[in-house]
């Protein structure tokens, strides 16, 4: 059974820093992506940024572009979010989500979140 775990969340001041995890477990072998959403109370479910593991490329929110950056652990069916100069109005719940080779989903699997609060 595939599991996707979240860590890192918190609180931190505007300008400050965060690093998010998520790893990945059980049956990963299709996986060909990654990636991060946030959902903010009121608001929709917002893309964040995603890796693609063959072609190691990025791509980013435009909220987020040139303050986050995702980047996979070697040897790990996991990514990590460097996030830094954060806003208030980057505070949300931020999801891990993994897309499957061969799913009509972009998006097959989803980690249970963490919370990321950013106070001005």
């Known amino acids: 059974q595939v599991q996707l775990a979240e860590s890192g969340g918190g609180w931190v001041q505007a300008g400050g820093s965060l690093r998010l995890s998520c790893a990945a477990s059980?049956?990963?072998?299709?996986?060909?992506?990654m990636g991060w959403f946030r959902q903010a109370p009121g608001k929709e479910r917002e893309f964040v940024a995603s890796f693609r593991f063959s072609s190691r490329i990025a791509d980013y929110g435009d909220s987020v572009q040139g303050r986050f950056t995702i980047s996979r652990d070697n040897g790990r069916v996991a990514v990590n979010l460097q996030m830094d100069s954060l806003k208030p109005e980057d505070t949300a719940a931020y999801y891990c989500a993994a897309g499957v080779r061969g799913s009509s989903n972009e998006y097959e699997y989803w980690g249970p979140g963490t919370q990321v609060i950013v106070s001005p």
């Open positions: 059980g049956p990963t072998r299709n996986f060909y992506k």
